[in-house]
């Protein structure tokens, strides 16, 4: 009875070490199979670049390897996805005939036209759909029929659209109206590369006006300008409503980028009796006059803090 019972336990222990050795060596054989499908992906992306750089290996083309776009280590690429044919579309028809590729970016070439806006942009987002380009459909820049390409350079290994020194340069080449206010006297550091044009606006789409970066104007510019924020125990009811309704945000002929020279721009709103409805005209400046509410900061030489008061006799701003 008791020989029973050991050769059972013997039986028992042999058939659990079985059992663990072929879990080992399943283990350790399947990554070696995920890594033999790897490798064999490698190559086939391999040999598909390799076809084209048959014909595209210059220096215009190759730079790409030095972008995210081009490093197969990176998971998810073009290079680690499909190769070339991962933006490109098929193209077996342009390697074998000289036919145009599936897909043709940017202005196309001279011997082949460009693919159309639509194809181009949804090739990009295929992989670029995240919460910074949800707002792309029925954007400006969208309707104006605008393609990715004609601001990112994909091939090059340094894009300017990616440089905060330079992606200025790319929107100023269209919004030549702001590029003229940028250069006035009184502007915001664009041009000295201290910030950028997507600090404020998202240029793939927003759900605010001018493609702003946040929600409204005022919580785009207390992003930066938190100072003007409030609350106040005093308010001045503009710089609730609109910082544009006195500012002109790109650049000004006035200091801090007033839309208006002081007096008449306090004027527009403020016509009540005394003083602040007391015509003033060029006559009250040197050297044909000069008038006290003309001359220096004009009307906020009293009321300094025109953006809000928390003094407990600010009424007027003055304090």
Known sequence: MRMRLVASAVVAILAVTGLI??????SVSTPSRAQSQ????????????????????????????GTAHGNASIPGSPLASGGCSTCHGDSSNHSQAMQ???????????????????????????????????HWTASPHQAADLSCAGCHTIHASQSAALDELRDASICLSCHLEQRSELNRRSHHPVREGLMTCNDCH???????????????????CTSCHAEMRGPFLWEHQPVNEDCSTCHNSHGSTQNALLSMRQPFLCQTCHSEAFHPSSLYSGTGIPPAGAQQNLLGSSCTSCHSTVHGSNHPSGSRLTR
Request: proline share 3%.
């Open 202 to 220: 998202n240029p793939h789409g927003s759900d605010a006006v001018a493609l702003l970066a946040r929600s409204s104007i005022n919580e785009t």
């Open 21 to 26: 050795l072929l879990l080992l060596l399943s």
């Open 38 to 65: 790897s490798a064999q992906d490698s190559q086939s992306v391999e040999r598909s670049d390799s076809t084209c750089l048959n014909c595209h290996n210059n220096p215009t083309i190759t730079s790409i390897f």
């Open 100 to 134: 145009s590729p599936g897909v043709v970016f940017g202005d196309g070439s001279s011997r082949f036209s460009a693919s159309t806006t639509e194809l181009q942009n949804q090739t990009c987002l295929n992989c670029h759909e995240s919460s910074e380009t949800v």
